[in-house]
T-cell receptor, first 116, second 115 residues
Framework: AQKITQTQPGMFVQEKEAVTLDCTYDTSDPSYGLFWYKQPSSGEMIFLIYQGSYDQQNATEGRYSLNFQKARKSANLVISASQLGDSAMYFCAMREDKHAGNMLTFGGGTRLMVKP | DAMVIQNPRYQVTQFGKPVTLSCSQTLNHNVMYWYQQKSSQAPKLLFHYYDKDFNNEADTPDNFQSRRPNTSFCFLDIRSPGLGDAAMYLC??????????????FGPGTRLTVT
């Protein structure tokens, strides 16, 4: 079974509008972390936001927020006020703390395209 | 600035000719990772070093080897590249799990072409 599922291979959003990128996960480990990374066409993976499984509040970093619904095992990324520079691949990833080494499992990614 | 550096950014090699990709870091992180990423796919972990301990993923081909001579440097050796090994290779670092600094820091990647 997939540990991280991103069901939207591609999405369009109008500049200045908000967009939600979906991510669901599967783990039996009570302690885990969820990450979102942005990958522009240049290839570098850029860390955006993190949510720990025990965090009570949803994480926020500037225009990025993570809608964490633990019972549903979802960790959707919300980007407010989209900008043209937000066009990129977005990957959701999970770390399970039962594994040493801080390893990540990535979802298949969502390509976001921001329209002017 | 502290960072993860990968050289070269673009590498062209011939079918069957050994190639080495390098990664260095100034973050003093004790864990280093190598990922392979093919076009429009998620990064796939090949192996990682936890300090000097080498950890190979079960499905990583024997054709891929790695060396970590010290904390700062890690190398990916492809002994006999095939056409299917053409991909972006990403190096990443992190502190060990349990620390507050939890994310993986990625280098810019090396795009490998096999002719």
């Amino acid at each position: 079974a997939q540990k991280i599922t991103q069901t939207q291979p591609g999405m369009f959003v109008q500049e200045k509008e908000a967009v939600t990128l979906d991510c669901t996960y599967d783990t039996s480990d009570p302690s885990y972390g969820l990450f979102w990374y942005k990958q522009p066409s240049s290839g570098e993976m850029i860390f955006l936001i993190y949510q720990g499984s025990y965090d009570q509040q949803n994480a926020t970093e500037g225009r990025y927020s993570l809608n964490f619904q633990k019972a549903r095992k979802s960790a959707n990324l919300v980007i407010s006020a989209s900008q043209l520079g937000d066009s990129a691949m977005y990957f959701c990833a999970m770390r399970e703390d039962k594994h040493a080494g801080n390893m990540l499992t990535f979802g298949g990614g969502t390509r976001l395209m921001v329209k002017p | 600035d502290a960072m993860v550096i990968q050289n070269p950014r673009y590498q062209v090699t011939q079918f069957g000719k050994p190639v080495t990709l390098s990664c260095s870091q100034t973050l003093n992180h004790n864990v280093m990772y190598w990922y392979q990423q093919k076009s429009s796919q998620a990064p796939k972990l090949l192996f990682h070093y936890y300090d000097k301990d080498f950890n190979n993923e079960a499905d990583t081909p024997d054709n891929f080897q790695s060396r970590r001579p010290n904390t700062s440097f890690c190398f990916l050796d492809i002994r006999s590249p095939g056409l299917g090994d053409a991909a972006m290779y990403l190096c990443a670092t992190s502190r060990a799990s349990g620390a507050n600094d939890y994310e993986q820091y990625f280098g810019p990647g090396t795009r490998l072409t096999v002719t």
